[in-house]
């Protein structure tokens, strides 16, 4: 029998809407690594958001950044940072529009200001403190993602002003900056060849916008209940919402586990 690997997105996967990691998920993952397979997270959180549950999980490989930065073992790589000088002409046009950004790289994240109720309300909704200000932080520094502070449309400017990144909504005063092209999809690639399995082996389990990518990449693709609809018309799956016991549910029904 081959062995398996599956990738794990977390909010709204492995937390449920709580923000909470249920006793259930963990002992899963921890039968499923005992059976043999191979658990990965898959995330657009900066490694640094997720450490604690990387610890509770005993996992050593993640994606992280949506693709961005990725670590086998503890080992990164693959390293895909955001473009200086194109990121440079992004932070010029949200200045002059009032939208504030974040600076992340894999060890902390810096706001380009104060006291901003769009930074407040997007990161209260991860349980994350307002990050400290540098709105130069990204200049010397590898950043593997930036959060820009909008709202509904505004995002399609600058979509179509920078096409050399792509801006995914995570919530409705904020979205993700990646570069172009770049996904959770092409990490996974990453890690399944450095575990020198195969892409059939493999599980992908999320709910969010940014796992779209995951769920046309992986073998088996499993989508949450409460996904987004486009991703349960991609999924091979759709198990239940996360706070009903949804992705125990799915490890078992797609015979990763035995009930």
């Known amino acids: 029998m081959n062995k398996k690997i599956a990738f794990f997105d977390i ?4 937390l449920d809407h709580h923000k909470q990691l249920p006793k259930e998920t963990v002992l899963a993952i921890k039968r499923l690594q005992e059976e043999g397979v191979y ?3 898959a995330t657009g959180r900066a490694p640094f958001m997720f450490e604690d549950i990387r610890k509770k999980l005993g996992i050593e490989s993640f994606v992280s950044f949506n693709g961005q930065y990725v670590v086998f073992e503890g080992e990164v790589i693959y390293e895909n940072p955001l473009a200086t000088e194109e990121l440079t002409t992004l932070v010029e046009h949200a200045k002059r529009t009032g939208h504030p950004m974040v600076f992340m790289n894999h060890e902390e994240m810096k706001a380009t200001e104060p006291d901003h109720e769009h930074i407040s309300e997007s990161m209260g ?3 994350f403190e307002y990050p400290d200000i540098d709105d130069a ?3 010397d520094k590898n950043i593997y993602q ?3 502070f909008c709202e509904g449309d505004e995002i399609e400017e600058y979509s179509g002003e920078h096409e050399s990144f792509d801006f995914i909504r995570w919530h409705p005063k904020a ?3 990646l570069p172009g ?3 959770k999809a092409e990490g996974i690639k990453k890690v399944i060849e450095a575990a020198g399995l195969r892409i059939e082996d493999s599980y992908g389990f999320g709910d969010g916008p940014n796992d779209k990518e995951m769920m046309q990449v992986v ?4 989508a949450m209940g409460n996904s987004i609809p486009e991703l349960k018309s991609l999924a091979d799956y759709v198990t239940d919402d996360v706070d009903e016991g949804g992705l125990v549910k799915a490890i078992q029904e797609v015979g990763l586990l035995k009930n």
């Open 219 to 222: 073998g088996t693709a499993v």
């Open 11 to 14: 909010d709204g996967t492995l």
């Open 39 to 41: 658990c990965a997270i």
């Open 137 to 139: 932080f990204y200049e």
């Open 125 to 127: 909704s991860l349980h």
């Open 181 to 183: 092209g770049g996904s």
């Open 146 to 148: 930036s959060l820009l």
């Open 175 to 177: 979205c993700d900056v």
